[in-house]
């Protein structure tokens, strides 16, 4: 999104500028909208934008597949859910049958089959106050073919020295302002030379990664790390299901005994890690198996699990 100042930010009104322009006329993506295709290259959001300034917004991370019946979306009410309840906790009305639609409509228009879908629902122009009333709640969703968590390989990941967000101060679910945390993390593993950063809480048990749940493989048995300032996410619950793994707390000590350490992400699908901080982690046959079937299930290829699927 550019984000470049329009007339409507000098007069603090109602925000969005851009032209609509039909999909099929342009050869760049679409965006949607607020109710419009447009083309993402125009600027559509003034400078006295509110989620600009605090963050005071709401994402999901979404993917499409390509399957033998055409493309279809994963878990598309699930993700549509936990905007919902992020939208309300800012006091942002979030209507998922519309958020629905402009995800399907989007896709289409772009004709992308497999793909990332960002919605993202924020308050416009307004005060520079930190009270959202008054400010108008927009819409808009982006797809892209590209990938952005966690892409190819084995991860070699590094424990944080930030805290993940505790719930009582940011409850787990996708505010923007939120992802500042994550950010941070990134940017110290990244600084000390590793792929991703992993969240442990004071009392030594292990969180999540910035952007993707932990699970881990001991002596065959599968555990999903459980911890209230994570992200309930679709794929842990995806993997729950499908591997009838137990869920509970982890602590770092008995993560760095298991055979086999992974994350587990929408965009990061099911990614193994190679080592945390230099301790390594051999051979993950659990992992692949539980990304063949997950690649299998996400694909349609699976009769029991194909109501996980939305048909674009
Ligand atoms: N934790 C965080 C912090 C995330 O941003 C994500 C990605 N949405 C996840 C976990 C994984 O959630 P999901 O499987 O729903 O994509």
């Given at each position: 999104m550019s984000l470049t100042a329009t007339n409507a930010a000098d007069s603090g009104t109602e925000s969005v500028a851009a032209p609509s322009t039909g999909a099929a006329a342009s050869p760049a993506p679409s965006y949607w909208l607020d109710?419009?295709?447009?083309?993402?290259?125009q600027p559509v959001a003034p400078l006295n934008t509110h989620a600009l300034h605090y963050g005071s917004a709401v994402f999901e991370g979404i993917r499409s597949y390509a399957t033998a019946d055409g493309a279809a979306v994963f878990r598309l009410p699930e993700h549509m859910e936990r905007m919902r309840r992020g939208a309300a906790m800012i006091g942002m009305?979030?209507?998922?049958?519309?958020?629905?639609?402009?995800?399907?409509e989007t896709l289409r228009a772009n004709g992308h089959r497999d793909a990332y879908i960002r919605p993202l629902a924020w308050f416009g122009v307004g005060s520079f106050g930190l009270d959202v009333e008054g400010h108008p709640p927009h819409l808009m969703v982006a797809t892209s073919s590209t990938n952005v968590h966690l892409t190819g390989g084995r991860a070699r990941v590094s424990v944080s020295r930030w805290r993940r967000n505790p719930s009582s101060s940011l409850p787990p679910l996708k505010l923007c302002g939120a992802?500042?945390?994550?950010?941070?993390?990134?940017?110290e593993a990244k600084s000390r030379g590793f792929d991703e950063a992993l969240f442990v809480d004071a009392?030594?048990?292990?969180?999540?990664?910035?952007?993707?749940?932990?699970?881990?493989?001991?002596?065959?048995?599968?555990?999903?790390?459980?911890?209230?300032?994570?992200?309930?996410?679709?794929?842990?619950?995806?993997?729950?299901?499908?591997?009838?793994?137990?869920?509970r707390t982890v602590s770092l000590a008995e993560l760095l005994e298991a055979d086999e350490v992974f994350a587990c992400g929408t965009a990061a699908e099911v990614a193994p890690m190679a080592e945390i901080d230099g301790h390594g982690?051999?051979?993950?046959?659990?992992?692949?198996?539980l990304q063949e079937l997950y690649a299998r299930v996400v694909r349609g290829q699976s009769a029991d699990h194909r109501h996980w699927l939305t048909s674009v």
């Amino acid at each position: 999104m550019s984000l470049t100042a329009t007339n409507a930010a000098d007069s603090g009104t109602e925000s969005v500028a851009a032209p609509s322009t039909g999909a099929a006329a342009s050869p760049a993506p679409s965006y949607w909208l607020d109710g419009r295709l447009i083309d993402p290259s125009q600027p559509v959001a003034p400078l006295n934008t509110h989620a600009l300034h605090y963050g005071s917004a709401v994402f999901e991370g979404i993917r499409s597949y390509a399957t033998a019946d055409g493309a279809a979306v994963f878990r598309l009410p699930e993700h549509m859910e936990r905007m919902r309840r992020g939208a309300a906790m800012i006091g942002m009305d979030f209507d998922v049958e519309l958020g629905t639609r402009a995800v399907l409509e989007t896709l289409r228009a772009n004709g992308h089959r497999d793909a990332y879908i960002r919605p993202l629902a924020w308050f416009g122009v307004g005060s520079f106050g930190l009270d959202v009333e008054g400010h108008p709640p927009h819409l808009m969703v982006a797809t892209s073919s590209t990938n952005v968590h966690l892409t190819g390989g084995r991860a070699r990941v590094s424990v944080s020295r930030w805290r993940r967000n505790p719930s009582s101060s940011l409850p787990p679910l996708k505010l923007c302002g939120a992802y500042v945390n994550s950010i941070l993390a990134k940017r110290e593993a990244k600084s000390r030379g590793f792929d991703e950063a992993l969240f442990v809480d004071a009392e030594g048990n292990v969180v999540e990664c910035t952007g993707a749940n932990v699970f881990m493989v001991r002596n065959g048995r599968v555990t999903a790390v459980e911890h209230g300032d994570a992200l309930p996410g679709v794929t842990r619950d995806t993997l729950l299901q499908l591997s009838g793994a137990e869920s509970r707390t982890v602590s770092l000590a008995e993560l760095l005994e298991a055979d086999e350490v992974f994350a587990c992400g929408t965009a990061a699908e099911v990614a193994p890690m190679a080592e945390i901080d230099g301790h390594g982690f051999g051979a993950n046959p659990v992992t692949r198996e539980l990304q063949e079937l997950y690649a299998r299930v996400v694909r349609g290829q699976s009769a029991d699990h194909r109501h996980w699927l939305t048909s674009v």
